[in-house]
């Protein structure tokens, strides 16, 4: 009898423990596939998103090779100073100067496509460039496809100032310079946000760009012949 009721117990332990089995089973089942999809939702937003910027890229450097058909044939190829330890990104010197043909209020052009600057000192051999990261840095461009008017204001985070509230930009819109004193369309970077500034009165924009100013190795001196002043 004893061992009858022992019997009993043991396999109802074990249906117990089976069921208890299942259950777990099929609840890491269901987490399982839970995580599944969540991994390929994300996978999906990735490829997206790497999608989108290759198409950015793709149209910065269609406007990059449009741009080039106004830039002068005597631009001037110069080597950057290294600043190195320091993390200095407000300003370039560069082995070229005066007697390399480099004048101010000239434009630097970096990794083949990228404005980066303005020459703003010039002596016999060598020359300075402030870029879009210093705080006395500004420059008129313009963004998109619809070529809003801005004014790109610079500082260790360059933004869009001025933007007309009544025009429409989207983060990726590339941004072109639009200064009578330069080639126009020199690319400058893409729109990363959009907000409205402190006044209320404008949009403003955050701004990116693809590369690091303390990579930059060697610049392309680009100028253009504009109008005087009547």
Known sequence: MEKRILLFVLVGVALVSGVAGLGLYSFGSA???LKLAQLSSVIEQNIALRRQNQGSVQNQHEIVSVAREDWNADNIVAKVFSSY???IKSR???????????????????????????????????????????????LPVRIGAEEV???????????????????????????????????YGLLVGSVESVHEDSSGAFFEARMVVPYVVSDIKTVT??????????
């Open 31 to 33: 987490a399982s596939f």
């Open 92 to 138: 370039l010197y560069i082995n070229k100067g005066e007697e390399d043909g480099v004048v101010s209020g000239s434009g630097a052009i970096a990794f083949d496509s990228f404005f980066v600057g303005i020459v703003d000192r010039v002596a016999v051999s060598q020359s300075s460039i402030i870029t879009i990261f210093d705080s006395g840095f500004s």
């Open 149 to 183: 008017d801005g004014l790109l204001q610079g500082g260790l985070a360059p933004r869009i100032t001025l933007i007309d509230k009544n025009k429409i930009i989207h983060a990726g819109d590339s941004i072109i310079s639009a200064s009578r004193e330069l080639p």
């Open 221 to 230: 001196i680009v100028s253009s012949h504009e109008l005087p002043e009547e």
């Open 85 to 87: 330890p320091l993390n």
